[in-house]
């Protein structure tokens, strides 16, 4: 599979580039835009990454409700399968905590010891006015405690009246419907503005059931419901601009294949306030926030039922466990031309989470209880970081960017218990949570870690149709709560609850982990039409040494060690690299009733620990080729997504092979009118059957050896309706 992957888009790549001359690509200028990398700030400084933004990124909203599927495709970006909100994003195969990722300006820690409530599961596609990505080399004024790369998004923008214009009414109403799930929704946006004064107001609603596979079977606890609002206001005054934004969600259930739990109700609320002055010696943003999260997770009655069948009582197979978090923050970020060549950029920032998890002692007959268990009691991750980036135009080939990122983690924890003391039930000595507890709280808990990240890039641009890149960093993170606080050694349980991976292993924390360290090194070359609207095709190779990366060991203290659905693993540091190289190209065809458009993308990774493992939940080698036909307001994309075998595994999660596959997809827009725009598509169209190779395993007490890698999606028909106005 992975020789016949590369064949193919190597063959589809040469045909993009041997038909460059054939086409006259004028009239493409007004007609379309091919997909390019967009500069953030100032178009000449060097950028590794890429945004989404206007139609691009209206083309792929319909098709979901998770706001990380829509990075799906962008080279070297692939996605860690959770709920149907909730995946993870990874970038040359470094994933969720490793990435920095906010929304609005705030950074926001997934709460779940099972990580089901991550940043982007708090912002709807409908909210969305940008994403931008930041792959592998990221500008030390996008965030620290991060060593994959770093993902902001942000919402539309507020809107204002023209002078004379009085009050401004503006919004649309979007509708949706996906077969497969029998998934439904809606959304609506509406803003009320003045000339100096906005209010607006987003909402969405979405529901379905669990998905199918393409044998039709139920891919059990895949259902969901989510609701979000959020209400922005805004105000201007001269060069000053105000914004507050109010959100709120609320998750009734999102079921998760891959996870031992599913999330019985995730609720939260949020206030983000920032401000953006512009002086006479440059400008100031600055932001403060809080959001306050309190989720549950319980498992659902299909999941309990596939494993009792006849024998399932409710009560007395539910596990309850409940968290509550507060993320709270400010930043400044001044930036400052120095003269007509070089900016500066200094900024400060704070970050304050606090988590409380303990799992109610409910069932005491069950061995949960009679007390309550503390996984993390008073947990507290303070980040206090400064730093400085300096933009500079050398000369008119050759521009840098140099930065430096101090930041400062303090965390600390309380004292634990487990569910009873001494062992009521005789079958671990006495030490099932009381030995494992007592000597947690004998520990110093308080950790303090002093990071440093630096970064230095540069752009050479030799012509109008050559563009090169080159990159440097130092990037660290510093463990989370749960990888340095959590403590039972018990796997047949109390491990199998902290897992955010999807392989269902049970893990414990280690309380003396090193912050991770990476060493990044990419280049890209970039090439294409000198108007860049006529053919692109850009390499981007690159080399990643992290020093100290928390991977996975074998547990020799655990408890019930066997008894547990999978390994009993807990958190080590060790030395790993990775490398690989993402390609993609652009390329106008042909005119044929409007314009035929080329794309691919090919992405290939491989990760190792120093010890000769393979790196967990690597994404294979995998290409997409897709012909989008534009017609001035209807557009048509078939695409193709080919996979091939998983096959370097990582032994000690006993990670489990998944097969190569080829799938096929359709979409097509079309603009009624201004107002109107109708979308529709089938995902999965010739209804292959496959498993994820990120998706860890479907989740079942049938033992270990028995699991399964999580199955994919069957075809969806999809069909959705947007009016504004």
């Known amino acids: 599979m992975k020789k016949s992957l590369i064949a193919s888009a190597c063959i589809f790549a040469s045909l993009l580039v041997a038909s460059t001359n054939t086409v006259n690509a004028q009239t493409l200028k007004n007609e379309a835009e091919l997909s390019t990398v967009t500069i953030i700030g100032r178009s000449e400084f060097p950028y590794f990454g890429k945004s989404l933004k206007g139609e691009e990124l209206n083309a792929r909203r319909f098709g979901t409700n998770d ?9 070297g970006l692939s996605l860690y399968t959770g709920g149907g909100v909730s995946s993870l994003p990874v970038i040359n195969g470094l994933a969720d905590d490793r990435l920095k990722i906010t929304v609005d300006g705030m950074s926001i820690t997934a709460a779940c010891p099972n990580h089901m409530n991550p940043a982007l599961s708090y912002i709807d596609p409908a909210a969305l006015g940008s994403i931008n990505v930041f792959a592998g080399i990221v500008p030390v004024s996008q965030g620290g405690d991060s060593i994959g790369g770093a993902i902001a998004v942000r919402s539309l923008p507020p809107t204002f009246a023209n002078s004379g214009e009085g009050l401004k009414s503006s919004g649309d109403v979007s509708l949706f419907y996906r077969s497969n799930g029998d998934v439904n929704g809606g959304s609506v946006r509406l803003t009320k503005a003045a000339e ?130 507060v993320d709270l923050g400010y930043s400044f970020l001044g930036t400052l031309p120095m003269n007509e060549t070089q900016i500066a950029r200094f900024g400060h920032e704070f970050h304050r989470y606090t988590l409380d998890d303990w799992w109610p002692g409910d069932l005491p007959m069950m061995g949960m209880g009679p007390d309550t268990f503390w996984n993390i009691n008073g947990g507290k991750r303070e980040r206090l970081a400064v730093f400085g980036e300096l933009d500079t135009q050398v000369n008119e080939k050759w521009s840098t960017q140099f930065g430096v990122r101090i930041e400062q983690v303090r965390m600390n924890t309380g004292y634990v218990q487990g569910y009873y003391s001494g062992d009521p039930f005789g079958i671990c000595g006495g030490s099932c949570y009381e030995t494992n507890a007592n000597a947690f709280n004998a520990m110093d808990h308080s950790r303090k870690d002093l990071n440093l990240d630096i970064t230095a890039s540069a752009r ?52 003396n982990l090193k912050p991770e360290v990476a060493y990044s090194f990419k280049v890209s070359a970039d090439w294409h039409d000198a108007d860049h609207n006529n053919w692109q095709m850009k390499i981007s190779p690159f080399y990643t040494y992290v020093k100290n990366y928390i991977n996975a060991a074998v547990d020799s203290d655990a408890i019930l060690a066997g008894m547990g659905i999978g390994q009993a693993l807990t958190f080590e540091n060790q030395d790993a690299y990775l490398y690989g190289f993402d390609v993609s190209a652009n390329k106008l065809i042909a005119h044929f009733n409007g314009n035929v458009v080329g794309h691919i993308n090919l992405s290939y990774t491989r990760g190792k620990s120093t010890s ?114």
């Open 460 to 511: 050479y641009v030799e012509s109008s149709t050559e563009t090169y890149d080159f990159g440097f960093s130092r990037k660290t993170r510093s463990p989370n709560l749960h990888e340095r606080y959590t403590w039972s050694h018990e796997n047949m349980m109390a491990g199998l609850m902290n897992n955010w991976f999807g392989d269902l292993n049970s893990y414990v924390g280690n309380i």
């Open 67 to 75: 706001t990380a599927s829509l990075l799906d495709g962008i080279p």
């Open 196 to 325: 100096q004064f906005s209010i607006g107001y987003t909402g969405n609603t979405v529901e379905s059931k669990s998905y199918k596979d393409a044998n039709g079977q139920a891919v059990l606890a895949s259902a969901y419901k989510v609701r979000n609002n959020q209400v922005n206001l805004a105000s201007k005054s001269g060069a000053d601009l105000y914004t507050m934004a109010i959100g709120w969600q609320d998750i009734p259930y999102q079921g998760f294949p891959n996870q031992s739990m599913d999330m019985t109700s995730n609720k939260s609320l949020s206030i983000n306030a920032g401000y953006l002055g512009v002086f006479e010696w440059g400008s100031l943003e600055t932001r403060v926030f809080r959001q306050h999260v309190r989720h549950k997770m319980d498992v659902f009655d299909e999941k309990q039922k596939s494993t009792y069948g006849a024998g399932y009582n409710p009560t007395a197979s539910a596990m309850p466990m409940e968290t509550s978090t």
């Open 612 to 725: 000769g493992d393979n790196l967990y939940n690597i994404m294979p080698l995998n290409a997409r080729l897709a012909l989008e036909h534009i017609n001035g307001t209807w557009s048509h994309t078939i695409e193709a997504v080919l996979v091939s075998a998983k096959t370097d595994l990582n032994t000690v999660r006993a990670e489990k092979r998944t097969g190569g596959y080829s799938v096929a997809n359709y979409r097509t827009n079309y603009k009624v009118s201004n107002t109107v725009r109708l979308d529709a598509g089938v995902d999965n169209l010739l209804n292959k059957q496959y498993n994820l190779p990120l998706g860890g395993l479907e989740y079942s007490y049938a033992g270990f050896n028995k699991l399964n890698p999580t199955r994919a999606m069957g075809r969806s028909v999809n069909v959705g309706m947007t009016v504004s106005f």
